[in-house]
């Protein structure tokens, strides 16, 4: 059994991580700073700077087909970059990107909607959560009825990731009530904010927030709708199983730089006369971490060499995003609890991502959701416990 990382990855791998530690970690007391003030760690302009700069160092469209100018890379180098830029809790993604459900688009909507995504010039958000219908995504109400060449909508969306800042949605409606939302009854559909819904910010914990998406009689051709009528739970389904690799990806980054922090305050600062490391305590929390976050990574990259494999990989992302959710809550706590009075302040980043991790318990999926997935595919024999080993 080889446990080892290519050449190639490991070229990828350390370029990523020399772009990272030369690019973003030296804004890291700016963008703590501008946390602190209530300002957004990263204006807009900033982002897309870096993301210029990190074209020109050959990173663009990490998932990208390369017909779009991309990179097209594997879910395992995907993953092993997500790791990369996690290590920063800089606001920093790789440009060129767009939502992979937009890959269904036709000629027309890919000009309108998926090109001008890829290339940074619109923003999309993706909506499928409602007021009364997170946890049960088949529940939702949005309602989209025909009128001729045009579809009306009405409902609202809520907790949508750049919901306040996007150009256009993705917005999955009810279209057959008389179906099963999941077998027919809603279809995407793809809405510019000019076309009249609106959107209403939510303060949350974390940096930054997502939005509500107001619909009230907003009409929309049929020509923008995303695949086939009947078929957006699907699309939706297909959106967040992305994530579920991805989520403890950028974990396990945060997990590797803020246990690297803990070591070091652990051998430099003295109580009693002697550094805290010497004391089991802090020794335990310290191995504990380090051998959760090493889990977490087996579970992720198996998660995603099992995408690569062209198998469904729904069993093993579930698992390595709820257990690599829960690592890192665990993680930081015990990151935070090493540096004492320290760890709680905002000059230190680790409040930070204890505020921020929080959320990879419940978004995408919560962890209840992840084990009603995973024990669901036992009990019912879809999968064998020990997967490809068994
Ligand atoms: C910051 C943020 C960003 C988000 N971004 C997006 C986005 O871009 N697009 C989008 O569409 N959505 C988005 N979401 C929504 C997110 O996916 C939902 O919040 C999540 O799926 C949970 O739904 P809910 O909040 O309605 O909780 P609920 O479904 O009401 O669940 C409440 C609690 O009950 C538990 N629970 C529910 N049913 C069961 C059950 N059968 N058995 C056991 N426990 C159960 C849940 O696990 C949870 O702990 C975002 C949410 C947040 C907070």
Partial sequence: MDFALSDEERAVRDTVRSFITKEVVPLEQEVLRRERAHQPGLEPGELRELQLKARKFGFWGLSTPQEYGGMDLSAVLQSLIWTEVGRSFVPFRFGGEADNILYYADEAQRA??????????????????????????????????????????????????????????????VTDPDKDVRAGGSTAFLVDRSMGWRSEFIQTMGEGGPASLIFDDVRVPARNILGEVGQGFELGMKWIGRGRYIIPSHALGIGERALQMAIDHANTRETFGRPI?????????????????????WLTLRAAWTVDQGEDPRHSSSMA?????????????????????????????????????????????????QRLIISRDLLRGYTKIGGHLA
């Fill in 321 to 369: 995003k709820l257990y690599g959710a829960g690592m890192i809550n665990r993680l930081v706590d015990r990151v935070m609890q090493v540096h004492g009075g320290m760890g709680y302040t905002r000059e230190l980043p680790i409040e930070r991502w204890y505020r921020q991790v929080r959320l990879f318990r419940i978004f995408e999926g919560t962890d209840e959701m």
């Fill in 277 to 297: 490391g010497v004391n089991q305590a802090i020794q335990w929390m310290i191995a504990d971490s380090e051998t959760e976050l090493e889990a977490a990574r």
């Fill in 112 to 173: 309108e909607f998926l090109i001008p995504t890829i290339e940074g010039e619109r923003i999309s958000c993706f909506a499928i959560t409602e007021p009364g219908a997170g946890s049960d995504a088949a529940n939702i109400k949005l309602r989209a009825r025909r009128d001729g060449d045009d579809w009306v909508l009405n409902g609202e969306k809520t907790f949508i990731t750049n919901g306040h800042d996007a150009d256009f949605t993705i917005v999955v409606a």
